[in-house]
């Protein structure tokens, strides 16, 4: 079994200040782990992905993420905050079974102050 | 292209009615997937389509009816629902066994009335 704990459901930050959305996550296996993003009434776009290669994983707009297996965690980066990056973003993991079945932590609201 | 296209982007339905959600993809995926988002949550995963077959049914109420004509095309059938069912419906597709992550279409907002 597989989970995802997003430990803030909100973040507020200045623009133009760094961003850290935390997730830690629970598998029993080498997981795959990825980063999305909803804007209000919008779809999920894919952010950032780790597939066991480089565990610094860079992303979309700025973003970046990082695999630490022995805390079991993948922390959303951003050095300098834009309030378009004002939005909900979900920690994800993979069961990587034939399904691609995505285990969701409960989401992160992201806050930008002019 | 990493596009999925849902079609309509907002439906008003009554209980008695019976409408359709469509859903597209042009990336050669072959599994493809309906979730139910409600407000401030994450999505729910309804059904899982695996080379057009039904693989994965989340014990969804059948007013609820699944469709995949082809291995581009998703289609939701829905009759008899209720208010509660209001929701932004999501689209998604992936290839299995590679890259394990999916491509989400801009969803279809619900109104049940």
């Known amino acids: 079994a597989q989970s995802v704990t997003q430990l803030d459901s909100h973040v507020s930050v200045s623009e133009g200040t760094p961003v850290l959305l935390r997730c830690n996550y629970s598998s029993s296996y080498s997981p795959s782990l990825f980063w999305y993003v909803q804007h209000p009434n919008k779809g999920l776009q894919l952010l950032l992905k780790?597939?066991?290669?480089?565990?610094l994983v860079k992303g979309i707009n700025g973003f970046e993420a990082e695999f630490k297996k022995s805390e079991t965690s993948f922390h959303l980066t951003k050095p300098s905050a834009h309030m378009s990056d004002a939005a909900e973003y979900f920690c994800?993991?993979?069961?990587?079974?034939?399904?691609?079945?995505?285990?969701f932590g409960g989401g992160t609201r992201l806050m930008v102050k002019p | 292209d990493t596009e999925v296209t849902q079609t309509p982007k907002h439906l008003v339905m009554g209980m008695t009615n019976k409408k359709s959600l469509k859903c597209e993809q042009h990336m050669g995926h072959r599994a493809m997937y309906w979730y139910k988002q409600k407000a401030k949550k994450p999505p729910e995963l309804m059904f899982v389509?695996?080379?057009?077959?039904?693989?994965i049914n989340e014990s969804v109420p059948s007013r609820f009816s699944p469709e995949c004509p082809n291995s581009s095309l998703l289609n939701l059938h829905l009759h008899a629902l209720q208010p509660e069912d209001s929701a932004l419906y999501l689209c998604a597709s992936s290839q299995p066994g590679k890259g394990y992550e999916q491509y989400f279409g801009p969803g279809t907002r619900l109104t049940v009335t």
């Open positions: 389509y695996s080379y057009e077959k039904l693989s």
């Open positions: 780790y597939t066991s290669a480089a565990t």
């Open positions: 994800v993991v993979s069961d990587r079974g034939a399904g691609n079945m995505l285990t």
